[in-house]
């Protein structure tokens, strides 16, 4: 796919928030129809999934709609240490920054839109009251359900580079982080206590029983499942063979139309 | 929103229509302050591994760690990765074995160093980066120096998935193991009959590029992570020995010196990669490039800084 002519003008910057700053990119539109807070994916998910991340933020604001995306709190380009978060604390950023974006404009809808640990973060957010919509992406039903399968990855790099004796099975990692030892994913040292605490993060009651459409007061909801013909969106993909070929203007396209109708933005389709 | 905040700023350099996006590390004292024959400094600019974005931990902790030895340091990000706009080519790794990106990256060089008064800057690549880093070197005056993390001197061809799965299988099981070494023994011997030549998917480009490189004087630091299944700095039986081969063909002046740091793997990402590549990279820094009036910084603050930083604690 190659890149949208955007009307958008990119702006990279750093908000602050307590004890770090945050990187962000503003996708600047003029008089924008909505607003979208990218809520991306978490540690070395965020790596794979960046290209089409851009490309999604890049065709949403060739359509009119402005987007902030950023790099959670010590991921990424943000500041801060990574041994101190919870995530309470990224909670607390999709709510500063949502705070932030609402602020530009208040009339103008704003959707959260969030990518597997990103969108339970983004339907907590939600759900203690920001944003007028939330799409999820690749929502899974925990925290940790993600993190257990980055680890599988990691343990798949492990055997193509080391030898028999230097290799470790799945299992082992699981009982070094259950037993205090950082697990280092892909040069992020995560916390054993990230580990334990994201067994109880999870998406809302109403979301992970029915996959609800609503959000009390009347929010439109939308949860979509990502399968391998999304890579290199969500794991499992090889960056070479699917991070340029893969072309997911289909999925944005049907995202977008969505976003249009929930949001109730008059002129859907605008290139 | 700030683009700079007290270490970092963010930059943008506008290159062949396209808007690029660096992060720009502040060395430990302000260039502002200094005077005119201290300004002489060159800047470290790290391109990150083929399609990653240029804020990895692993980018993050050695721009740190440079910046605070007084070296500035720039995270970048090419045209159509990260946040930089382009598009990227549809066969972006034959564009990258071909030199593409080189030109518009020599004429970010010039518009960094202009801005922030450097007397040169040395580029530190990974992988694909390390290709382009080299390929730019060759033609770009502002490139003083190379840092090469885990360089590839050949054209990587299209695999198969037959072949893609025949090699998960040669990792997995005990008999794909079995297969495998009698495979890589047969290369192996095919390899010494025919008398060790250059292979045919050799990069000649690139060769060439290295060949301008080192004979200019230019030093070179490679730094090489373990190969698949060996150990030290020799490849997996039955593959060419690139480095043994550029050494012999780096011209008479040239100072190349590799380094092979152990208990990593291919992205350096992890904490042996991380302070072993930072390590090397100082002190060879330090001995091409030293900073002339600088109090050099005591070891142990180095390190007890660095181990200080996000996702690098022990």
């Not at chain 1, 995530?87 to 103008?108: K, M, N, S, T, Y």
């Not at chain 2, 770009?140 to 061809?157: K, N, R, T, W």
């Amino acid at each position: 796919m190659g890149a949208t002519p955007s009307v958008a003008v990119e702006k990279a910057g750093y908000f602050t928030v307590p004890g770090a700053h945050l990187y962000t990119v503003l996708h600047e539109v003029p008089n924008p129809v909505a607003r979208v807070l990218l809520v991306g994916s978490f540690v070395a998910e965020r790596h794979t999934a960046y290209i089409p991340w851009v490309r999604w933020a890049r065709f949403l604001g060739a359509r009119g709609i402005e987007c902030l995306r950023y790099d959670y709190r010590a991921i990424g380009e943000s500041t801060g240490v990574l041994e101190e978060m919870t995530f309470d604390h990224w909670i607390e950023d999709v709510q500063l920054l949502a705070g932030w974006l609402r602020a530009r404009e208040p009339r103008v809808p704003l959707l959260l839109n969030g990518l597997e640990i990103g969108a339970i973060l983004a339907a907590k957010a939600f759900e203690a009251g920001s944003g007028d919509a939330l799409l999820l992406w690749a929502a899974p039903a925990t925290a940790h359900e993600a993190i257990r399968s980055v680890i599988v990855r990691r343990v798949a790099i492990e055997y193509a580079f080391k030898f028999g004796d230097e290799r470790k099975p799945v299992s082992q990692y699981i009982r070094d982080i259950e037993n205090g030892q950082p697990l280092d994913l892909e040069g992020y040292r995560l916390p054993s206590r990230l580990w334990r605490d994201s067994f109880h993060v999870q998406l809302p009651r109403q979301l992970a029983s029915e996959g609800g459409s609503f959000f009390p007061p009347v929010r439109p909801v939308r949860m979509v499942e990502l399968d391998a013909k999304a890579a290199p969106l969500v794991k499992g993909s090889s960056l070479l063979d699917d991070a340029l070929a893969r072309d997911l203007t289909p999925l944005f396209f049907e995202n977008f139309q969505w976003i249009a109708q929930a949001m109730a933005i008059p002129s859907a389709g605008r290139q | 929103m700030n683009t700079f905040i007290e270490s970092r700023e963010l930059i943008a350099v506008d290159v062949g229509g396209n808007r690029l996006w660096a992060t720009y590390h502040k060395p430990c004292r302000d260039l502002s302050n200094l005077a005119p024959d201290e300004k002489n400094r060159v800047g470290i600019l790290f391109l990150n591994s083929g399609l990653l974005p240029r804020a990895s931990p692993s980018a993050v902790y050695w721009a740190e760690s440079f910046a605070r030895c007084g070296y500035p340091a720039i995270r970048f990000d090419l045209p159509g990765l990260g946040d930089s706009q382009g598009d990227i080519p549809e066969k972006a790794f034959d564009f990258v074995s071909d030199g593409g990106y080189a030109p518009d990256l020599a004429a970010a060089l010039k518009n960094i160093v202009n801005r922030y008064e450097l007397s040169g800057v040395v580029l530190m690549g990974l992988c694909a980066g390390a290709v382009t880093s080299l390929f730019t070197a060759a033609i770009s005056a502002e490139c003083q120096g190379l840092i090469l993390m885990d360089p590839y001197f050949h054209v990587p061809q299209e695999r198969l998935k037959i072949r893609d799965e025949l090699s998960r299988w040669s990792v997995l099981s005990g008999p794909g193991l079995f297969a495998g070494h009698v495979y890589h023994g047969f290369r192996h011997l095919a390899r010494v009959l025919r008398g060790n030549k250059l292979p045919k998917n050799a990069n000649l480009p690139l060769l060439r590029s290295w060949r301008q490189v080192t004979s200019a004087g230019k030093p070179v630091l490679v730094l090489k992570a373990p190969s698949l299944k060996t150990r030290g700095i020799k490849p997996r039986a039955g593959e060419f020995d690139y480095l043994a081969y550029l050494q012999r063909v780096a011209g008479s002046g040239a100072d190349v010196r590799v380094r092979v740091i152990e208990g990593t793997n291919h992205s350096f990402a992890d904490t042996a990669g991380c302070q072993g590549v930072r390590e090397h990279s100082e002190r060879w820094l330090n001995h091409f490039f030293p900073l002339s009036t600088q109090t050099e910084p005591q070891e142990a603050t180095v390190m007890e800084r660095a181990m200080a930083l996000p996702g690098l604690r022990s």
